[in-house]
């Protein structure tokens, strides 16, 4: 047994238990059990060595607590421990009738000693343990705060081991990615497909893999998966899967540093293995600008596997019809100024966007070194009959006039200079059976921000019998 006069050194006694599970690998948090100012008992957090999901620090030490005294009541007890108790940990305290319990860091997400909710603080219960935080606040919360940066970089290695980053090609740091509002998904790599050839792409796939539609949604230039923030959670409420990949050299996905790395066969061919390899069946394809170019000329490659469309704002680039004279303005543009600000073009398109979301469509793009896609994708849109894609798109054309049978959601932004109205009335009748489209007087470009009322229609649309 161990005496000691004072909260912060029975908390420094916690501490050291929290370090010792640290080094087994589980959270650090760590507590001890007094009793008339001696140490009766300890314990560290344990779920994952016992294969105990109630191995908390605090259970454990109750346990060897009840185990000196002989008694399951701990009558006339404190309990010290380094992080705010969990429901679990406060439910089993006040079953054991402590005196006190003192904890150090508190714990916005789960706590239920104030933080989240208070179980101590009720009226009803037949037995009141006093409760106090905050001691060696700073300290508790350092022990959490090096685990965790530490499992972070132990990932971020094991990452780059299992996706080395090739010489001719750029990865974004992951700082640049620390603050993306409405994108909490967690990021998934792929590099070994054949025509990848190393290079690390990107993708987001969240809701069941058995899910009985796969929304493939496609973004354009120079915009990321980060587009689809505001539809994607639509879509997984109604029980669906997402797959939303970056295209190579945009989001989270390498980024060759010469301009001649990329062609639009390049980019399609990596989609069409993407789709193989996750074996995916019943997509509906969500697309917009470039994600239409390239998205659109998928479906007659392997029509078996696609069950929908919802497109916006986007064309087939044919090369036997003219370019648009917003799109070759857009091209002009980012010839004489292909450093322009990313961030202002998105609150430019969309005035309701946050600063913060703006930044996060430019977080990608640190430098000029990382920008190499977006100065090559203008002149990759097909103009001529032999251009790159031009004649996958004229038969992608025929597919979708004569042999598309499946439902389509057409969603146009009203205001959009570059794949405006004129442009979606020639694709609608391209498509067989695509009704009026959906129109958002106030929207340009970027379509999916308008997110949940266009989700929701798409929903409606594809869910129909």
Known sequence: MVAIASDSGFMELALGQARAAAVAGEVPVGAVVVKDGQVIATGRNAPIGSHDPTAHAEIVAMRAAALVLGNY???GCELFVTLEPCAMCSGAMLHARLNRVVFGAPDPKTGAAGSVLNLFDNANLNHQTKVEGGVQSEACSAVLQEFFRNKRNEHDHQRRALHPLRDDALRTPDAQFAVLPDYPWEPRYVSDLPTLDGLRMHYLDEGPADADRVYLCLHGNPAWSYLYRKMIPVFLQA???VIAPDMVGFGK????KKESAHSFSFHRQILLELIERLGLQRIVLVVQDWGGLQGLTLPF?????????????TMLATGDTALTPGFLAWREMCTKKPE????????????GLSEAECLAYGAPFPDRGHRAAIRAFPNLVPDQLESDGAAVSRQARGYWQTQWRGPTLMAVGMTDPVFGPP???ILRRTIHGCPAPMIFAEEGHFVPEVGAPLAQAALRLTDAP
Do not use: Y
């Open 423 to 425: 442009v979606m009335e």
């Open 340 to 351: 322009f600000d990313i961030a202002r073009l998105f609150a430019r398109s969309n005035p």
């Open 253 to 256: 996905s390498d980024k060759p």
């Open 239 to 241: 029980g669906h899967r």
């Open 73 to 75: 009541r701990l009558d």
């Open 301 to 313: 490659a392997m029509p078996e596997r696609f069950a929908g469309l919802v497109v916006m704002n």
